[in-house]
């Protein structure tokens, strides 16, 4: 069993897609879903900065078209006759959705551009953001995030938990860092996964009705709980909830281990959940489709299995 897994907003990098576009079907994959996105998703893989692609608005619907369009080339047949699992961290969560067939794609692009534009409008009230906590005793790392005043947003499991909240709540959290721990500011802009995300929740609760979700045809987990979602109007509302809940990374990695994966596919932009793979599921073999160059690999990991079939 292989785990293909989507990341999420901060493991986008300027020009990332550019590799990705020598390939002859995604300028045309990109162009469709730039429509649907109301932003030019090429300008924003290929030449915009750093800055401009922190924006929330931006972020987000680049995060999932890159995963898309990763999976569409690496993919020739329906992932529902393949022997994967599917999961996706925060905005990764919609990818995973899409490529499990509850939502479609178009579906899944006009879901993450209302989660993005709702989500930088709720982030622009208060100034938020969120620091990565790396190391340290868990219990010591949650009690020294309370006692910040900031939310512990993503417990993403394999000694690392990310704290959301104000700048001064993130600012007191850094300058008193739990034992053995460092604070490392994200490159996002917002305390996504809290409470302050409450008015994107009722704007995504506006758009359900105008979804038609279908059961998943491949195992998706929520990272609410790692739980299996078998229905689709329940992934819908686990899409929705958690936008201002905690991600549970961690429970998602345990549920994997759990179900035998013996392989995790990361699909682009990669590199922090393959990450978070080597340390929290030890002797699983990890594949970061980053480029183009990497679909040998991954394709070698489903060979592999196949072999031990």
């Not at 005043?149 to 008193?176: I, M, R, S, W």
Request: hydrophobic share 45%; charged share 15%; glycine share 10%.
């Amino acid at each position: 069993m292989l785990a293909i897994v989507c990341p999420g907003q901060g493991s986008q990098t300027p020009g990332f897609l550019a590799p990705w576009l020598e390939l002859p079907s995604v300028e045309g994959q990109l162009a469709h879903l730039s429509e649907i996105a109301g932003i030019d998703l090429k300008a924003h893989g290929t030449t915009s900065d750093e800055e401009t692609i922190k924006d929330t608005a931006v972020a987000q619907p680049l995060i999932v078209a890159a995963g898309l369009v990763a999976a569409n080339s690496l993919f020739d047949v329906e992932l529902s006759t393949l022997p994967v699992i599917l999961a996706g961290h925060s905005v990764g969560e919609i990818t995973a959705s899409a490529l499990a067939g509850v939502l479609t794609e178009d579906e899944a692009m006009t879901f993450v551009r209302e989660r993005a534009n709702s989500m930088a409008a709720a982030a622009a009230v208060t100034p938020t953001g969120m620091s990565a906590v790396v190391g340290g005793d868990p219990s010591e790392v949650l009690a020294a995030i309370e006692a910040a005043g900031a939310t512990p947003a993503n417990v993403n499991g394999a000694g690392q938990t990310v704290a959301a909240g104000t700048f001064d709540q993130l600012k007191a959290l850094a300058e008193n860092p739990p034992a053995k721990a460092r604070v490392i500011p994200l490159k996002v802009a917002g305390a996504f996964h809290t409470s302050h995300m409450a008015p994107a929740v009722s704007a995504l609760e506006a758009l359900k009705p105008s979804l038609s979700p279908q059961n998943p045809a491949v195992p998706l987990l929520s990272n609410y709980d790692g739980n299996e979602v078998t229905a689709g109007p329940a992934a819908v509302d686990s899409l929705i909830a958690q936008v201002s809940r905690p991600v549970r990374w961690d429970k998602c990695m345990e549920t994997l281990v759990g179900r035998g994966v013996t392989g995790v596919i990361e699909l682009a932009p990669a590199g922090t959940l393959a990450g978070l793979a080597k340390r929290g599921m030890p002797g699983v073999k990890t594949v970061a489709v980053k480029t183009p160059d990497d679909l040998s690999a991954a394709l070698a990991l489903f060979a592999e299995l196949e072999g031990q079939a």
